[in-house]
């Protein structure tokens, strides 16, 4: 012990020692100062280690080691960062001179090769503490890796080591009379302080101020209690609630019956507390019972509320009504050994009770909680909801637990009171951390679902805004859904660490790993980047959404562009936003985009034989963007199919047909095929209706009948002016065709049917006659040759 007590003053003296470095090194150079702050590193890491040496060593001294590495860690990670800084600032000043000349040539100026000199030497210099540093952060890991074994290797030994079976008469013979003994002693003390004249001058003192606590209490617990429920509990005309009434009815429910009581309960605690009624030895015994009467109640409380048993349609978490009765048994019964136990070990810590009393308290509350769970396990019936089976795998499981169960009370019975009831305890623990769980992810995704529905305010400003549909909103709530969950049970994991018995330090230590410790070669690979590069790309590409949907809707209609230059202009900022949040997340990374377009220049002679298609078409695409022979809504013909332009996207064009339908265009095809685009300048048009009337008919008065319906036509164009023209003389008919010009060509089947109706009745009125095809068939007569 002398040797421990003399380390664990080299440590302290050393660990105090680091923060004298602004004082009594602030008149030594920066290399001296570096070299004494490693030293006393080092001479802090041997002090901690002879102490790991002594098998004798407390596990107050432990916990003491462990903060004095996790300090020196945490300053040797600042001081690395620092030295990186002013590694990277001596490199750029190196980089500026460029490389020094070979030999043969030229030599550099003096002053230029003594300042080259100077920064290589800070250059290796820094170099050199950072590998020293780093070499101290793999023996504190050795040392912490050793600490932590020896902790758990402790931790195990308890929890395994076995003593007297409870099950045996002799413990009972040693426990029994003690028991009768604390409560001789816990009745008596009572009974003396409550009969002593103090106790009486103190409640007369205090009576009223005590009275007013009760009464209190009884108008919490009763009638405001009863008013909350009413007025902002489960309504019972509503038997298929929504989500959130169900919600904000379970937290009404689960204040009312666990806040108020604890409220109540507490008042009349502290009434007794301040008036001096619990006396010396009965403040540790009423803390106790006022713990126990909080657990009991709030466990209670928010169990019923969540699980609603008498109002299935009020339950937020999905289970079967009988499992839910059920579990609602069980957490009573639970919640209340479990407040029992808390007074209890008051009572046997403040009377110095004999082991034996507490390995029969430990063991009595494994069996109990043992059994109860168990019980809940093999009841088949209350697992399968209503009208229907249990699957066989849930089955066998349960049975598989309950035999775990069974071995834990065997081993209590064997004398492991401790590991039976560590697993008992925990087991409980868990159990309500899952429900915790379930509740919370239910709720997140309720929320998440309620803030992209169509149906909500929110849901539908966010898909206005960021222009999505019904199966974009549906991905994106999958995604978002699933990375909640994903966090949510990392949270519940590692809270079930804690319960389990790891220590919060080495929790501490194994994300710090995962977040950050993973290196390979010289990049280092840290969650926390790939999330901020994550979080830092999705946020830019949603604002550029905002951006372009702001343009869209509120600037660019203001102003005299046609819709396609619009789209356009929205199109470019969403390649340029997309662009921008693809360099900002691999910078976050921590990649160097300058290696980065390296391997993209060596990688592109393969992508490009690869994807040759795909880039053909996505650079088309930039081009149909800024040449805009074809832009949204115009009118074009590619081949054989014809319609409108809906999108323009990176691989290929959307065309809508008069159908209805969508035909998709590579974009290559737009820019190396022709392709006839009806409105590309303007959309006026020219109609062409050829007529045909009957030989014989007046030339003149046809012409005259075909320019006088076309000028009488509203949407016919006066300048160019309409014409009729005499094409030529047919097989049956003589041929006209009127043609004139329309302001929308959009409007061309329209404005013919109005123009081929008008021009039948006007020549039914003068008796022009529009001809059928006619063929004059010749019949020869067959003579027969005459018989000689």
């Known amino acids: 012990m002398r040797r421990l007590i003399a380390v664990l003053i080299v440590s302290l003296l050393f660990a105090s020692g680091l923060s004298w470095q602004s004082g009594g090194y602030a008149q030594q150079t920066p290399e001296a100062e570096a070299t004494a702050t490693i030293s006393e590193w080092r001479s802090v890491l041997d002090a901690v280690e002879a102490g790991l040496a002594d098998t004798e060593i407390s596990d107050t001294d432990l916990a003491l080691m462990r903060d004095r590495l996790d300090g020196v860690r945490s300053d040797v990670r600042k001081w690395i960062t620092e030295l990186t800084v002013e590694l990277e600032a001596v490199q750029k000043e190196m980089q500026a001179f460029g490389p020094a000349p070979a030999e043969g040539q030229e030599p550099e100026p003096e002053a230029v090769a003594v300042q080259r000199q100077e920064l290589q030497g800070q250059l290796n210099e820094i170099s050199g503490h950072i590998k020293e540093a780093e070499l101290l952060i793999g023996r504190i890991a050795v040392d912490l890796s050793k600490l932590g074994e020896l902790r758990r290797s402790r931790f195990t030994e308890k929890v395994f080591q076995r003593g007297m079976s409870p099950l045996s008469p002799s413990i009972w013979r040693l426990a029994l009379p003690e028991m009768r003994s604390i409560s001789a002693s816990v009745t008596g003390s009572t009974v003396r302080f409550v009969s002593s004249d103090t106790f009486k001058q103190r409640l007369a003192g205090s009576i009223y101020a005590l009275l007013a606590a009760i009464l209190a209490a009884v108008v919490l617990v009763w009638p405001v209690q009863r008013w909350t429920l009413k007025k902002f509990g489960r309504d019972p005309s509503i038997q298929r609630p929504t989500f959130m009434q169900s919600l904000r009815a379970t937290l009404v429910v689960g204040v009312a019956r666990a806040f108020l009581p604890t409220v109540a309960v507490g008042l009349v605690y502290l009434a007794a507390l301040s008036g001096g009624l619990l006396g010396d030895a009965g403040k540790s015994f009423a803390q106790a019972l006022f713990l126990g009467v909080v657990l009991f109640t709030w466990s209670v409380a928010f169990f019923r509320a969540s699980l609603s048993p008498a109002n299935p349609g009020w339950r937020i978490v999905p289970i079967p009504s009988k499992l839910a009765r059920a579990v609602q048994s069980v957490v009573i019964a639970l919640a209340l050994a479990f407040s029992v136990d808390i007074v209890l070990s008051e009572v046997i810590v403040s009377y110095s009770a004999r082991l034996a009393v507490t390995a029969l308290r430990d063991f009595v509350l494994a069996a109990f909680v043992i059994l109860i769970l168990a019980n809940l396990l093999l009841r088949q019936q209350i697992w399968a909801p209503e009208d229907t089976s249990e699957p066989p795998r849930w089955r066998w499981l349960r049975l598989m637990l309950s035999t775990g169960l069974m071995v834990v009370l065997m081993a209590g019975a064997a004398g492991y009171v401790a590991f039976a009831r560590f697993i008992a305890t925990q087991i409980v623990m868990t159990g309500g951390l899952v429900l915790v769980v379930l509740v919370l992810n239910r709720l997140g995704r309720e929320f998440i679902s309620h803030a992209l529905s169509e149906e909500t305010w929110i849901g539908e400003s966010l898909r206005d805004k960021l222009r999505m549909d ?129 391997v993209a220049g060596a990688l592109s002679v393969g992508i490009g034989f690869g994807l040759q298609n795909v880039v053909n078409n996505f650079v088309s695409g930039l081009i149909l963007l800024v040449e805009r022979p074809v832009k949204v809504g115009d009118w074009i013909v590619v081949g054989d199919k014809q319609g409108y332009v809906k999108r323009i996207k990176v691989r290929a064009t959307e065309i809508q047909t008069f159908d209805r ?97 008008e021009i039948d009745n006007a020549f039914r009125d003068l008796g022009i006659e529009i001809p059928f095809p006619q063929q004059d068939v010749y019949v020869r007569q067959f003579v027969p040759a005459s018989k000689s």
């Open 470 to 598: 019904d199966e974009s909103a549906s991905r994106s709530e999958f995604w978002i859904g699933l990375g909640y969950d994903t966090v949510l049970a990392l949270l519940g994991l590692v809270i079930a660490a804690f319960i389990w018995g790891a220590d919060y330090k080495d929790v501490a230590d194994w994300t710090y790993q995962l977040l950050f410790g993973l290196k390979i070669g010289n990049f280092t690979f840290s969650l926390v980047s790939v999330f901020t590069a994550i979080l830092l790309f999705v946020g830019l590409v949603l604002a550029t959404r905002i951006v372009q949907h702001v343009l869209a809707e509120k600037v660019l209609t203001q102003t005299q562009m046609d819709k396609g230059t619009r789209h356009s202009i929205r199109i470019g900022i969403g390649y340029i936003g997309i662009i921008l949040a693809a360099l900002v997340g691999i910078s976050a990374l921590g990649l160097d985009l300058s290696k980065l377009a390296i």
């Open 661 to 757: 339908a969508s035909v998709f265009v590579p974009n290559s095809h737009l820019i190396s095929e022709s392709v006839t685009n009806w409105t590309y300048a303007d959309k006026m048009g020219r109609v062409i209706i050829p007529v045909g009337v009957a030989y014989g008919t007046d030339s003149g008065k046809v012409m005259e009948a075909l320019l006088k319906i076309a000028k009488d036509h509203s949407e016919v164009l006066r300048d160019p002016g309409p014409a009729a023209v005499f094409r030529g003389f047919g097989d049956s008919a003589l041929n006209f065709e009127l043609r004139c010009f329309l302001k929308d060509v959009e409007r061309t089947i329209s404005v013919t049917s109005d123009l081929c109706v």
